[in-house]
T-cell receptor, first 114, second 112 residues
């Protein structure tokens, strides 16, 4: 079954703790993305990766970190340095062959900091 | 970097009427402009996209227009139906960078 899978769907964290969100795709896409969705603010880009072992900061990268060791995987770590981490996080994959194209989104991970 | 502005933030129309959502972008190098629909509790999905070498693209009741000189593009939905109710996002990207920046979204409500 092809697609993009995020886990966990819901996550609770205490202040001061780091948490890692998983994102896996089996669509053979080169590019992977992490977006944050807050009410009324649309989808804001945190990090994106065009290729394995390479990634770039988006507009709101502070307090987040990523890795891209495998083509299929792009985990996001929300660190204790992120001031307002409670949000809905969407992972996506897409684009190959040097041209932007359709993004396929995961179902999202909702993070709540207690 | 690229900045995408989207208007209106909310739009309410009567079933059967048309709906128009407008976006502007800042980076003149952007050449790919997709539109996504997000129904309540679901993931965003692509509904239509356009590249800078064309001015208009249609797919049944949905159309997108692009004005590169003015750096704006619009989504047109004709003969709206209740199932068109959702949040719509525009986005812009430069092909070679893969970086896709979204607008803030428009919540469309189609009243039966």
């Amino acid at each position: 079954d092809g697609g993009i899978t995020q886990s966990p769907k819901y996550l609770f964290r205490k202040e001061g703790q780091n948490v890692t969100l998983s994102c896996e795709q089996n669509l053979n896409h080169d590019a992977m993305y992490w977006y944050r969705q807050d009410p009324g603010q649309g989808l804001r880009l945190i990090y994106y990766s065009q290729i394995v072992n390479d990634f770039q900061k988006g507009d709101i990268a502070e307090g987040y970190s990523v890795s891209r060791e495998k083509k299929e995987s792009f985990p996001l770590t929300v660190t204790s340095a992120q001031k307002n981490p409670t949000a809905f996080y969407l992972c996506a994959s897409g684009a190959s062959g040097g041209a932007a194209g359709e993004l396929f989104f995961g179902e999202g991970s909702r993070l709540t900091v207690l | 970097g690229e900045n995408v502005e989207q208007h209106p933030s909310t739009l309410s129309v009567q079933e059967g009427d048309s709906a128009v959502i407008k976006c502007t972008y800042s980076d003149s190098a952007s050449n790919y402009f997709p539109w996504y629909k997000q129904e309540l509790g679901k993931r965003p999905q692509l509904i239509i996209d356009i590249r800078s070498n064309v001015g208009e693209k249609k797919d049944q009741r949905i159309a997108v227009t692009l004005n590169k000189t003015a750096k704006h593009f619009s989504l047109h939905i004709t003969e709206t139906q209740p199932e068109d109710s959702a949040v719509y996002f525009c986005a812009a990207s430069i092909d070679s960078s893969y970086k896709l920046i979204f607008g803030s979204g428009t919540r469309l409500l189609v009243r039966p």
